[in-house]
T-cell receptor, first 113, second 111 residues
Framework: GQQLNQSPQSMFIQEGEDVSMNCTSSSIFNTWLWYKQDPGEGPVLLIALYKAGELTSNGRLTAQFGITRKDSFLNISASIPSDVGIYFCAGPHRGNAGNMLTFGGGTRLMVKP | GAGVSQSPRYKVAKRGQDVALRCDPISGHVSLFWYQQALGQGPEFLTYFQNEAQLDKSGLPSDRFFAERPEGSVSTLKIQRTQQEDSAVYLC?????????FGPGTRLTVT
């Protein structure tokens, strides 16, 4: 089946630093979604990307839809302690019906205060 | 409420017991999905509803898993004769289009 590979798997960041993470796929996606999950909570949608090459920002977060449609990148500028959590990329693909999401394994972000 | 809600938030079951997990989607969302998330991994698709119709159940791991959404709103995921490998967080999501909105999940622990 389709797989999404995220890197890095985890990272420590000094508060104030910028963060970059990426997501790659062996197959093409027409939409990329980035979620953040805090402990004990469900994933929260951060950014949705719909067009190859698209660059979209949400506050300190910026995500890009790769030109090949097989990758996406998420950047966080000036990290703060509340950025701690697990970041997932996800791509919808049409199954028997509907658009179920395939998730990457996540990037765990840990910030040193 | 404005978001997806799930209950219970935590459930401990003895092996062999049946459990029922409830999901209240965002009002008006036609599509409803169930996902299973093992510790340290991303969510994995279980089943999908469009209104009351279960259109895809290809992700259900065994015939002990059953889901329903009889009136096209609230959905219930039922697991019969629970096994230890069923221990996971069960997430519900609803959507109108591509973007899916998740509930807080139910953490199931089978002892």
């Amino acid at each position: 089946g389709q797989q999404l590979n995220q890197s890095p798997q985890s990272m420590f960041i000094q508060e104030g630093e910028d963060v970059s993470m990426n997501c790659t796929s062996s197959s093409i996606f027409n939409t990329w979604l980035w979620y953040k999950q805090d402990p004990g909570e469900g994933p929260v949608l951060l950014i949705a990307l719909y067009k190859a090459g698209e660059l979209t920002s949400n506050g300190r977060l910026t995500a890009q839809f790769g030109i090949t449609r097989k990758d996406s990148f998420l950047n966080i500028s000036a990290s703060i302690p509340s950025d701690v959590g697990i970041y997932f990329c996800a791509g919808p693909h049409r199954g028997n019906a509907g658009n179920m999401l395939t998730f990457g394994g996540g990037t765990r972000l840990m910030v040193k205060p | 409420g404005a978001g997806v809600s799930q209950s219970p938030r935590y459930k401990v079951a003895k092996r062999g017991q049946d459990v029922a997990l409830r999901c209240d989607p965002i009002s008006g969302h036609v599509s409803l999905f169930w996902y299973q998330q093992a510790l340290g991994q991303g969510p994995e698709f279980l089943t999908y509803f469009q209104n009351e119709a279960q259109l895809d159940k290809s992700g259900l791991p065994s015939d002990r898993f059953f889901a329903e959404r009889p009136e096209g709103s609230v959905s219930t995921l039922k697991i019969q004769r629970t096994q230890q490998e069923d221990s996971a967080v069960y997430l519900c999501a609803s959507s109108l289009g591509w973007e899916q909105y998740f509930g807080p999940g139910t953490r199931l622990t089978v002892t």
